[in-house]
């Protein structure tokens, strides 16, 4: 079982940055796959960014040229750097690495864009 600890959110003000971590609890982190996810209230949960065990990246057109996934093997943690924030990024951010057949989620970290 592999567990996903969240860090980094909190309340920023419109045009602001924030830096989310997730940190893996696993010796072989390098080859998995890594996502950020996010879930507005009353909304469905959407992929945000991906990483690859090879560092090909991928994001929602919602946050291309804001936001940037990254991951340090060696620290065995994925980043979400959060840039030009809009209120309608304020939702939940979950951290989820898979390896098939299995995905493993991180508990979900808060992140609000309000002035």
């Known amino acids: 079982q592999v567990q996903l600890v969240e860090s980094g959110g909190g309340l920023v003000q419109p045009g602001g940055s924030l830096r989310l971590s997730c940190a893996a609890s696993?010796?072989?982190?390098?080859?998995?796959?890594m996502c950020w996810y996010r879930q507005a209230p009353g909304k469905q949960r959407e992929v945000v960014a991906v990483?690859?065990?090879?560092?090909?990246?991928h994001y929602a057109d919602s946050v291309k040229g804001r936001f940037t996934i990254s991951r340090d093997n060696a620290k065995n943690t994925v980043y979400l750097q959060m840039n030009s924030l809009k209120p309608e990024d304020t939702a939940v951010y979950y951290c989820?690495?898979?390896?098939?057949?299995?995905?493993?989620w991180g508990q979900g970290t808060q992140v609000t864009v309000s002035s």
């Open positions: 696993t010796s072989i982190f390098s080859i998995y796959v």
């Open positions: 989820k690495g898979e390896r098939a057949p299995f995905d493993y």
């Open positions: 990483i690859t065990s090879g560092g090909t990246t």
